[in-house]
């Protein structure tokens, strides 16, 4: 399986001497499926100096991270908007390919983790009110190709102890994370919280399985308003429609797949089969819809 990294290049809230504000570029290896313990990830992480912010300071950094990680990355994501150029060059000088994600579940929780761990501990540490988001606006979803729209669709759930032995189904497209046990990215659910998922069935299964694979997927969203959808978000800021909502009934189950999705911390699951009889999987994505900022 091919090595996936996580990347974050930002400032931290942590002054230098200069009364500067600290940058720090972090990369992590995505886990990819529910065995992969967090601690057996690649994990780097160096500090960089304001003035030194650029796109040569950053691909040297990650040269540095490459020489020190057990595998180089086929592929790296990263989910500030801001930062595109910047990394995208630094990525694209080093033959890397990069791309604008909000599938970045290992490095959104070692964010975390360091922002409660690691940044008090240094000594221009402040606590700082979060800056003000530039707000961007979300584009209105596209439909799916004609050749790829599922002619049936499902809402289901799994408890989260079937995912366990998800590294055995059947699959010819997926990722996923862990969710349980003492490895978990998401340690608040139980092994019998309900995770909400989403099943196309489609005569053409492999194929749609195929194009989801190469996008970015980030989460699924329910949108209730005129016209009521379920909206695919993938990428930076793309959306597709996956189905309409087209009768009050649907709009009721729609709305009980999002308050599943609530409790089971924001984790779900997109499938694709060929038929509800099947028993395998075109395409397998265990998601979390991420706040990320």
């Known amino acids: 399986m091919a090595t996936v990294w996580e990347l974050d290049?930002?400032?931290?809230?942590?002054?230098?001497?200069?009364?500067?504000?600290?940058?720090?570029?972090?990369?992590?290896?995505?886990?990819?499926?529910?065995?992969?313990?967090?601690?057996?990830?690649?994990?780097?992480?160096?500090?960089?100096?304001s003035s030194q912010v650029n796109s040569a300071w950053l691909r040297a950094a990650l040269e540095e991270a490459?020489?020190?990680?057990?595998?180089?990355?086929?592929?790296?994501r990263f989910f500030r908007r801001q930062m595109?150029?910047?990394i995208l060059k630094a990525c694209k000088e080093l033959?890397?390919?990069?791309?604008?994600?909000?599938?970045?579940?290992?490095?959104?929780?070692?964010?975390?983790?360091?922002?409660?761990?690691?940044?008090?501990?240094?000594?221009?540490?402040?606590?700082?009110?979060?800056?003000?988001?530039v707000r961007m606006e979300s584009p209105a979803p596209r439909a799916l190709p004609d050749a790829l729209v599922g002619q049936k669709w499902a809402f289901v759930t799994?408890?989260?102890?079937?995912?366990e032995e998800m590294h055995e189904w059947e699959i010819d497209f997926g990722e996923a994370f862990p969710i349980l046990g003492e490895h978990s990215l998401v340690p608040q659910l139980t092994p019998e919280t309900p995770i909400p998922g989403l099943i196309i069935f489609s005569p053409r299964a492999l194929a749609l399985a195929g194009w989801i694979s190469g996008l970015e997927l980030a989460f699924l969203k329910v949108d209730l308003n005129s016209p009521a959808r379920i909206v695919?978000?993938?990428?930076?800021?793309?959306?597709?429609i996956l189905a309409n909502l087209t009768n009050p009934q649907?709009?009721?189950?729609?709305?009980?797949?999002?308050?599943?999705?609530?409790?089971?911390?924001?984790?779900?699951?997109?499938?694709?089969q060929s038929s509800p009889q099947s028993e395998s999987f075109a395409g397998f994505?265990?998601?979390?819809?991420l706040n990320l900022s």
């Open 285 to 289: 994505w265990l998601l979390e819809e």
């Open 232 to 240: 695919l978000e993938t990428g930076a800021s793309d959306r597709w």
């Open 9 to 49: 290049f930002y400032s931290r809230p942590i002054l230098d001497e200069q009364q500067k504000k600290l940058w720090e570029l972090v990369v992590c290896e995505s886990p990819l499926d529910t065995r992969r313990a967090p601690e057996s990830l690649f994990r780097y992480a160096q500090f960089c100096p």
């Open 250 to 272: 649907l709009q009721a189950e729609a709305k009980g797949f999002d308050d599943a999705k609530q409790k089971a911390q924001m984790v779900h699951f997109l499938a694709v």
């Open 158 to 163: 799994l408890e989260a102890s079937a995912f």
């Open 66 to 76: 490459i020489s020190k990680a057990p595998a180089p990355p086929a592929k790296i």
């Open 95 to 133: 033959g890397l390919d990069a791309k604008p994600s909000r599938h970045t579940i290992a490095l959104h929780r070692w964010l975390q983790q360091r922002m409660q761990e690691v940044y008090p501990k240094e000594a221009g540490f402040q606590l700082m009110a979060p800056a003000a988001s």
């Open 84 to 86: 595109n150029n910047m």
